[in-house]
C-alpha cells in the first residue's frame, strides 16, 4: 500500500544526482528499495540511500523526464512511497570493500554504514566520470572508511575507470566481502578480480521495475526477478546469467543491449 509522505529536505548531492528525504516508519534494511511516485508521473523504483530511524532517504541520479521531474521537488511536497522490497546485505562482514560506480553509491553508503555500526573495517574505491560526480565521498570518509577514487577524465584519483583500484586494493588487502553497484559491465569486471583472489563479490542490481513484485516480467533478469530475488545477488548466481551485463530491458520489457 502507497503512503503519501511530506518531503522534508532536499540537497543537491553532485551536478546530477539529488536527494530527498522524508518521514517514513516502516523499517528499511540496506540494499532495500522503495517506489515513489509524483502524481501524474510512473513510479520509480529507487534504492534507500538513507535508512536508519523514521527518517528516510532516496538520491535521484537525473536521467529521463520522470527522475528530472523528481528533482524539481521542494521541501514541503507530498511523494508517495511503498515498500520496502527486495533482500539486503548482510551487515556482519567484517571486513569489506565497496566498490561503487556513479550513483550505485546510493543503496552501498547505508550498507556500509552498517557494517561500520558494528565495528567492521571499510574501505571504499568511489568511480565517476568527473570529480563532481563523485557520490558521498564526503559521507564514506566521515564513517571512518578509507575511500579511493578513479574519475574517467582524470580530474580526481586515478584516471580510468575504477576497477584499476579495485585491482591495487585486492592486490594489497585481504577482504571477506566486496559488495559493489554501478554499470553492470564494470560490476562483472569486480567479479572476476575477487574470483581470482579467492573474495566473494555481491552485486546490487540496478533494473526497470514496474510492480516491485515480481509479475510483471519488467526486470527479468535470466531465470531472476530483481525485485523479489534481488537487488542484492552474490555475483556467482549472475554471471551465468545470459542478460547479465550484455542485455537490459526497456520500458515496454524489450530486450536491448547495454
Keep these: 500500500m502507497r503512503t503519501d509522505v511530506r518531503v522534508t529536505d532536499v540537497v543537491r548531492e553532485t551536478p546530477s544526482t539529488v536527494t530527498l ?3 517514513y516508519e516502516p523499517p528499511i534494511d540496506p540494499g532495500q528499495f522503495v517506489m515513489i511516485w509524483l502524481p501524474g ?3 520509480l523504483p529507487m534504492s534507500v540511500s538513507y535508512a536508519g530511524g523514521v527518517s528516510k532517504g532516496v538520491t535521484i541520479k537525473g536521467m529521463g523526464e520522470t527522475s528530472r521531474r523528481f528533482q524539481s521537488v521542494r521541501p514541503g511536497d507530498w511523494v508517495g512511497i511503498r515498500g520496502p522490497y527486495g533482500n539486503r546485505f548482510d551487515p556482519t562482514v567484517r571486513r569489506l570493500l565497496v566498490v561503487a560506480g556513479g550513483s550505485g553509491a546510493a543503496v ?3 550498507a556500509a554504514e ?14 565517476a566520470t568527473t570529480g563532481p560526480e563523485l557520490l558521498f565521498r564526503d559521507r564514506f570518509a566521515a564513517m571512518g572508511a578509507a575511500v579511493e577514487v578513479a574519475t574517467d577524465d ?9 576497477t584499476e583500484v579495485v585491482a591495487r586494493r ?23 578480480l575477487g574470483a581470482a583472489r579467492g573474495t566473494p563479490v555481491v552485486f546490487a542490481v540496478e533494473r526497470h521495475m514496474k510492480c516491485a ?27 551465468g546469467a545470459t542478460e547479465f551485463a550484455r542485455f ?10 547495454f
Design 108 to 110: 552501498l553508503a547505508p
Design 154 to 162: 582524470g580530474s580526481e584519483g586515478t584516471r580510468g575507470f575504477v
Design 114 to 127: 552498517a557494517v561500520r555500526a558494528r565495528g567492521g573495517a571499510v574501505d571504499v574505491a568511489l568511480g
Design 170 to 192: 585486492l592486490a594489497a588487502d585481504r577482504y571477506d566481502a566486496v559488495w559493489t553497484c554501478g554499470p553492470e559491465v564494470m560490476m562483472e569486471k569486480v567479479a572476476r
Design 21 to 23: 528525504r522524508f518521514p
Design 213 to 239: 513484485l515480481g509479475m510483471c516480467d519488467a526486470c527479468a533478469l535470466g531465470p531472476y526477478h530483481v525485485c523479489v530475488d534481488g537487488p542484492v545477488f552474490p555475483a556467482e548466481r549472475l554471471l
Design 248 to 257: 537490459h530491458r526497456d520500458a515496454s520489457g524489450r530486450r536491448r543491449s
Design 41 to 43: 508521473e510512473d513510479e
